[in-house]
């Protein structure tokens, strides 16, 4: 039987950013089947819906733009799928645009590789234009910036500056407004509110840490210094 | 309380949700959530469930009030929880109200606040979850501004302990007494009368027992001398029941949650009540008689309910689905028709006398889990002893059946410290377990697994067994290190509970009106999610009920006798004492009472006291 592929580019704003990771596959699978939309299951004893996710957005952060994979048992018209389905889908999730990709396109997972960020938060102290660049300046001349992390095992210290492509600051108001580009690797990757508690704590910046507001503003592949979108032909090459 | 209006709290409650666990829980929003405009109605309810969001969601009770009472144009209700320690130390240190979670508003600002009381071990936090909301715990210090606050489930059968805080319980089903009541709220806003008028009508429902209203003596050496009722209001508090069970309100758009909760599927109720007659058993007391519904009905419901939630699986819930006259039918068209949409249905409660394995099979097609099934007691005389009609060889059988279609892991419920227990009835668990993981192996089965999990006893009112009393809490720890001890086998896994909590669940389910004291303080020492083992604080309970004065070893490990007064005597369950007096002697005995479904009447005396009959479809 020939599997229908499609990927799906969605929002996950406004009350939809508290869902979590894990349950959003739940989410997907259960509009789908209210909208009549027939996925194609795993084979054994427990069959999944295969739907796949790109790179997970932690709970309270927004996504303006995040894909989504679902595949097919058996055809259905694209427009359709897409207006059935948004109408069973919570508040915040919206879609934005699908398309039928090769099945043997590899998964979101694998090619997306980068994501940029923009992350507000209130000065604690006053703090000039100037001082501000500098400090963001300084921080991206840094070769090693290690953060502590704590995971089952401990303790671990990890060198976040390679993940770091670029970091800009304004203060508008009494706000600080940052656009943050990391990379996305095997490896994994670095969390923006890691780059920000580094900058202030390194730098000496008068930051607010506890209500970051973080939204990701886009998470592409990056290819020969392009951002591709994963809708796009090339990025899902063979 | 810093924040009095629902913008407001939802504001600061979405601020603090990236910091706390599994932030879905306080967010609302599901899908089938109804909101309602709040202005448009005329009385406001928030259904309460004193334990966290994926347990109360859990529960069928919560789904069939919510919906119902927000399927009347004039009504509103919405839904609240026990936010878990984390959420509620966030709210108490930024001053943020308990709120409904469809318009964030403070519970303050509703006509009646509802709580289920499930267990007695909740308790506790029906009264923080009320400090939380900053409505005064006892009904005389509450204003007439301040919500109603009213109580049903299991434990309204004996409320006592609760007795100072709650305005009126329901006593049984709430289905159409429950709306009744609303709009009699609903009056009153609109022509008030005095408090004491009001109640005396409120108490004319059936089913609405009010305890200021009753007035209880003691005796000098503590027992109960009397309870009487003020004139206007009735001496006995019969319980309400749905007459017509096929046709009463269920629910066909149930809240489908964010985050996974403990029962994460259709609800299908195919039946209510039992009347295998187990004699510890409560529930098969409170919901007699049995009443099924039709084939029609709940193939009608399934098709509505996977259209409207897009849930994979159904269970098929009641007191013991495999005694639905109807269930091979149900089963099989419901298999037949959505089985190729990945639908699996699910039979939470199995008697091993009633399981097919050919059913079992043919519902595992699709999804596969473990067994599980619950002989109770390990000999046969205590089987007999508790009315628990299985035998050994219906066990045996069962498990080389499924042990022979593929299961290979088993899960065997137990309960130790039941009435006459002897060493013998120990070693039997034992002997059983083992004889099932010999079958398993015997049958060439790898990954033989038996789980035995055994609970400790408690006497519960309007049970036969009511008068019995508790074992005391030594014996019971020394039975289960026994048990761990002969259940060593790399194929058996033996689960217990820790017998302190079982202790105070017995003095609350045998409790009086005084012990409402000793819940209020132990709240203020720090009580709360009882029932959640790391958050138990037994000391704290200890020290509570010496403050007030009342030994707990009172309530939970006397035996009471037959004319004393107890302190659910005048809440009927329909079934009456002269027949739990005759189980109780009966169960002494070894003698087994029939199910009055496949054979004659056993004179239970709720069939003729409420003109009723068991009602079943097949």
């Given amino acids: 039987m020939r599997t229908l592929r499609i990927r799906i580019a969605y929002t996950k704003v406004e009350e939809a950013k508290y869902i979590a990771h894990l349950d959003l596959s739940r989410v997907f699978e259960r509009a789908c089947r209210r909208a009549g939309i027939p996925l194609a299951y795993s084979q054994g004893f427990n069959p999944h819906p295969k739907i796949a996710f790109g790179s997970a957005l932690a709970v309270g952060v927004e996504g303006e733009q995040e894909y989504v994979d679902l595949e097919l048992e058996k055809e259905m018209d694209l427009k359709e799928l897409l207006g059935s389905l948004q109408e069973q889908l919570p508040k915040g999730i919206r879609l934005l645009e699908g398309r039928q990709i090769n099945p043997k396109a590899r998964a979101l997972m694998a090619v997306l590789n980068g994501a940029t960020y923009q992350i507000r938060t209130s000065l604690t102290l006053p703090l000039t234009e100037e001082k501000l660049q500098k400090a963001i300046n300084d921080w991206m001349d840094r070769s090693y910036i290690p953060y502590i992390r704590y995971n089952k095992k401990g303790r671990v210290e990890k060198d976040i500056r390679p993940w770091v492509k670029e970091l800009k600051g304004k203060i508008k108001d009494h706000e600080v407004i940052f656009d943050l580009e990391v990379e996305i690797g095997n490896q994994g990757s670095v969390r923006p509110e890691e780059v920000i508690a580094s900058l202030k704590k390194l730098e000496e910046l008068p930051l607010e840490m506890e209500f970051l507001r973080i939204r990701r503003t886009g998470i592409f592949v990056s290819y020969e210094g392009k951002k591709v979108s994963p809708l796009e032909q090339e990025a899902f090459g063979k | ?618």
Wanted: contains cysteine; glycine residues 6%.
């Fill in chain 2, 1 to 618: 309380m810093k924040y009095t209006d629902g913008a407001e709290i939802r504001e600061a409650i979405e601020q603090y949700l990236p910091k706390v666990m599994k932030p879905t829980r306080y967010l609302g929003a599901e899908w089938n959530t109804v909101v309602k405009n709040w202005d448009e109605v005329k009385v406001r309810m928030a259904f309460a469930f004193p334990d966290v969001y994926e347990v109360g969601m859990s529960h069928l009770g919560l789904r069939i009030i919510y919906h119902l009472v927000n399927s009347y144009e004039d009504f509103l209700c919405e839904r609240v929880f026990a936010p878990w320690v984390d959420m509620e130390e966030i709210m108490r240190e930024k001053e943020i109200p308990l709120y409904g979670l469809e318009s964030f508003r403070p519970l303050k600002d509703y006509d009646v606040v509802g709580f289920t009381l499930q267990y007695e071990m909740s308790f506790s936090n029906i009264l923080n979850m009320l400090d939380l909301a900053g409505i005064p715990w006892r009904c005389e210090e509450r204003s007439p501004e301040d919500p109603w606050i009213i109580a049903g489930g299991p434990c309204a059968y004996n409320p006592e302990p609760l007795a100072p805080f709650v305005d009126f319980f329901f006593v049984g089903e709430a289905e159409e007494t429950l709306p009744q009541l609303l709009h009699m709220i609903q009056e009153q806003k609109e022509n008030p009368v005095s408090r004491k008028e009001f109640l005396l009508k409120v108490a004319q429902v059936e089913g609405v027992y009010i305890p200021e209203l009753y007035k209880v003596d003691y005796k000098e050496d503590g027992r109960i001398a009397s309870i009487t009722a003020e004139p206007g209001a009735p001496k006995e508090i019969k319980k309400a029941i749905v007459r017509d069970f096929d046709n009463s309100f269920f629910p066909t758009k149930p809240i489908v949650p964010y985050m996974e909760i403990v029962h994460d599927r259709i609800m299908l109720e195919v039946m209510r009540g039992c009347t295998r007659g187990c004699r510890f058993c409560q529930a098969g007391i409170l919901y007699r008689p049995v009443r099924e519904r039709s084939p029609e009905t709940l193939l009608k419901q399934v098709d509505e309910m996977l259209k409207s939630t897009g849930y994979e699986e159904i269970s098929l819930t009641s007191l013991s689905s495999g005694d639905y006259t109807c269930i091979q039918p149900v089963v099989q068209e419901i298999l037949d028709k959505y089985s190729k949409d990945k639908v699996s249905v699910s039979l939470p409660s199995l008697r091993l006398d009633s399981f097919d394995v050919k059913l079992a099979e043919e519902i595992q097609k699709v999804r596969k889990t473990g067994l599980t099934f619950a002989p109770e007691a390990g000999t046969q005389r205590l089987r007999d002893v508790i009315n628990k009609g299985v035998t050994e060889e219906n066990l045996l059988e069962t498990a080389e059946s499924a042990f022979k279609s593929g299961w290979s892991s088993i899960k065997l419920y137990f309960m130790i410290g039941l009435p006459t227990e002897t060493q013998e009835d120990l070693d039997g668990i034992a002997s059983l377990a083992k004889k099932v993981a010999d079958l398993g192996s015997k049958l060439g089965r790898r990954n033989v697994r038996v789980t035995v999990s055994t609970s400790s006893f408690v006497p519960k009112s309007h049970t036969p067994f009511q008068w019995e009393p508790q074992e005391g809490m030594l014996s019971l720890d020394r039975k289960q290190k026994y048990l761990r001890e002969i259940l060593r086998d790399r194929r058996i896994k033996y689960n217990y509970h820790d017998v302190e909590t079982s202790f105070m669940e017995g003095v609350f389910a045998k409790g009086d009106r005084r012990l409402a004291d000793v819940l209020e303080l132990a709240v203020k020492k720090g009580c709360k999610f009882d029932g959640w083992h790391e958050h138990f604080k037994y000391d704290t309970w200890l020290e509570a009920l010496e403050e007030v004065g009342l030994d707990p070893h009172f309530y939970a490990n006397r035996a009471m006798d037959y004319d004393d007064v107890l302190p659910w005597d005048h809440i009927e369950s329909g079934v009456s004492k002269k027949f739990l007096v005759h189980e109780h002697h009966k169960a002494l005995k070894e003698s087994l009472t029939l199910d009055c479904r496949f054979v004659d009447c056993t004179g239970c005396g709720i069939c003729p006291e409420r003109e009723l009959q068991n009602d079943l479809k097949g």
